[in-house]
Structures are given as C-alpha cells and as structure tokens.
C-alpha cells in the first residue's frame, strides 16, 4: 500500500524560532491534508491543499503541496508553546487517505 | 457545539467479549469514518460511511462491524475482542468524502 514519511519523527522547539517540517512519498496524490493532534485529543484539520504547488496559509502556519504531488511541506513561523503536539500529514489517492507516522513536536528544556 | 462526541472514553475487556463504541455528531455531515491509531504509527481507517444506511470497509476493516442507521450516528462493534484490538479508536465526520475534518477525542480500548 501507499506509504508516507514524515520527517523529522521529532524536534525540540525554542520559542520565536522557525519549524519546517515534511511529508514524502513515492506514490502521487490528488489532496493533502495537515492535522495536529494534542495529548488525549483528537487531530483536528489545519490545511488542506488541493493543486499541485499550491501554498496555503492558516494563521502562523504555512502548507505547501510539492509540485510532483510526491510530497508535501509544513512551516510554522514564530513558534509558541502551544505549538508543541504532534503534526500528521495525510495524502489522498482515489479513496484512500493515507497518513504518515507524525512529527513530534517538543518544547526544548 | 459539541462536534464529535465518543463514548466510552476508556475501557477494558477480555479477550472474546464484544462491545459497541459509539459516535456521535451534530453537523448534519454525510461523512463519518471509525480510524484505530496505535503507537508510532498514523491512524489507519477501520471502516466508513457515505450517509445513512451505507458503509464500506477501510485498510483495517477485519474483526470489527459498523453501523449508521441514523445519520448522526456512526457505531462500530467488536464481535470477539482480541488482543491485537488495543488501540485508540477516534471516529471522525466531514462535509467532503475522504476527508475528515472532525474527530472526536478518542476510546481508549484495552484487551487482555
């Protein structure tokens, strides 16, 4: 089946800074879709994007659906804390939505 | 507006017993969809429903059965409970196939 990598699996964030993360895969997909999760929550959607090399922002985060339909990016500018979760990435192909394994993001001591 | 509500939130059974975990919205949304997420790994879709009366399998769909005979409701039924089933289950709604956009906050489901 259709497999997506996520990376990094997990990061340490320091206030202020900058978080880029991405979602690849070897398969071609029509939709991308970012969710964050927090602790004992569900994920709840963030973007959606739908075109090829189409970029859409939501708020502090920008989302990027890569031009070979491979792949997909996530940048969070001026992180905060209650950025901290984990971020699962979600491609769909015909009717199957696929998810990757999250990127864990982490507050750092 | 309480979107998606799951209930239990938390439950043990041993291995053999059935259970129902039920969903609820109140979106009106056609879509509603019963994923399990286990540790490291994303949530993988067990089955789905297109509105009332229909569902359909998903990646996961073997051992579990569903239901949605009211379109707010989505039910998913575990006949004989097996320890490989300890999971968090999460049941979602959405406006767009394929799509979820609401999820509930998850049952916590162990099998021993």
């Known amino acids: 089946g259709q497999q997506l990598n996520q990376s990094p699996q997990s990061m340490f964030i320091q206030e202020g800074e900058d978080v880029s993360m991405n979602c690849t895969s070897s398969?071609?997909?029509?939709?991308w879709l970012w969710y964050k999760q927090d602790p004992g929550e569900g994920p709840v959607l963030l973007i959606a994007?739908?075109?090829?090399?189409e970029l859409t922002s939501n708020g502090r985060l920008t989302a990027q659906f890569g031009i070979t339909r491979k792949d997909s990016f996530l940048n969070i500018s001026a992180s905060i804390p209650s950025d901290v979760g984990i971020y699962f990435c979600?491609?769909?192909?015909?009717?199957?939505?696929?998810f990757g394994g999250g990127t864990r993001l982490m507050v750092k001591p | 507006n309480a979107g998606v509500t799951q209930t239990p939130k938390f439950r043990v059974l041993k291995t053999g017993q059935s259970m129902t975990l039920l969903c609820a919205q109140d979106?009106?949304?056609?879509?509603m969809y019963w994923y399990r997420q286990d540790p490291g790994m994303g949530l993988r879709l067990i089955h789905y429903?297109?509105?009332?009366?229909?569902?359909a399998k998903g990646e996961v769909p073997d051992g579990y059965n569903v239901s949605r005979l009211k379109k707010q409701n989505f039910l998913l039924g575990l006949e004989s409970a097996a320890p490989s089933q300890t999971s968090v289950y999460f049941c979602?709604?959405?406006?767009?196939?394929?799509?979820?956009?609401?999820f509930g906050d998850g049952t916590r489901l162990s099998i021993l």
């Open positions: 979602a709604s959405g406006q767009v196939q394929y799509q979820p956009q609401h």
């Open positions: 398969s071609i997909f029509n939709t």
């Open positions: 994007l739908y075109k090829a090399g």
């Open positions: 979600a491609g769909l192909a015909g009717n199957m939505l696929t």
């Open positions: 979106m009106n949304h056609e879509y």
């Open positions: 429903s297109v509105g009332e009366g229909t569902t």
